[in-house]
């Protein structure tokens, strides 16, 4: 899979405001690492428009076993995947 950038909607489930599960391009993904948490200096944001930008990037594996890591952020109307990578 080549990286995606087009910030695609996910849904996100939190354990301990951990992330652990994830549905994303019509597949569950399970949390299969310890996830980083991203501020938001890691991507240019202006602070007006994105004031307490924050995100995850974790190794997500789907039910085939195909491992990626995701780069998600929380958005005023939910998760979205900023990038992904094989």
């Known amino acids: 899979m080549r990286p995606t950038t087009d ?9 301990d405001d951990i992330p652990s599960r994830m549905v994303f391009a019509g597949h569950r993904w399970r949390v299969s690492d ?24 974790f190794q997500g594996t789907n039910d085939d076993g195909l491992s990626l890591v995701f780069d998600v952020f929380r958005g005023a109307d939910g998760w979205h ?6």
């Open 34 to 57: 310890t996830p980083t948490r991203l501020r938001h200096s890691i991507w240019s944001a202006s602070p007006d428009q994105h004031h307490g930008l924050y995100g995850w990037r």
């Open 81 to 86: 995947v900023h990038r992904s990578y094989d």
């Open 7 to 15: 910030h695609l909607p996910a849904t996100l489930w939190m354990v």
